[in-house]
């Protein structure tokens, strides 16, 4: 499977953005989808997932950001509200199959990357 991400840019603290995450070349349904994000000198960390239906998130993102998918335009979404600018990072959607609950927030569960969008978000 092959992933786009989009709909990152330069936005004030407080502001909200939507992350899109266009995937192509397979059944899209039958991947698992999440978000991650790395910022300047850190290392990549997860943010939210959609796993069996459920959603999942990072605590420093819990009710501020939400995750949902259209299987049938087969994109997965991330609306940030409330941005900080501790949120700034590139951010990138990741896929997999085989993802078991345990290791959805570990990096190296993943197979399929997408090429990552930069958020800025300014003080």
């Known amino acids: 499977v092959q992933l786009q991400a989009s709909g990152g840019g330069l936005v004030q603290a407080g502001d909200s953005l939507r992350l899109s995450c266009a995937a192509s070349?397979?059944?899209?349904?039958?991947?698992?989808v999440a978000w991650f994000r790395q910022a300047p000198g850190k290392d990549r960390e997860f943010v939210a997932t959609i796993w069996r239906g459920r959603t999942y998130y990072a605590d420093s993102v819990k009710g501020r950001f939400s995750i949902s998918r259209d299987n049938a335009k087969a994109t997965v979404y991330l609306q940030m509200d409330g941005l900080k600018p501790e949120d700034t990072a590139v951010y990138y959607c990741?896929?997999?199959?085989?993802?078991?609950?345990?290791?959805?927030?570990?990096?190296?569960?993943?197979?399929?990357w997408g090429q990552g969008t930069q958020v800025t978000v300014s003080s």
């Open positions: 990741a896929a997999d199959r085989g993802t078991i609950l345990s290791s959805i927030r570990d990096i190296r569960a993943y197979d399929y």
């Open positions: 070349g397979h059944t899209f349904s039958s991947y698992n």
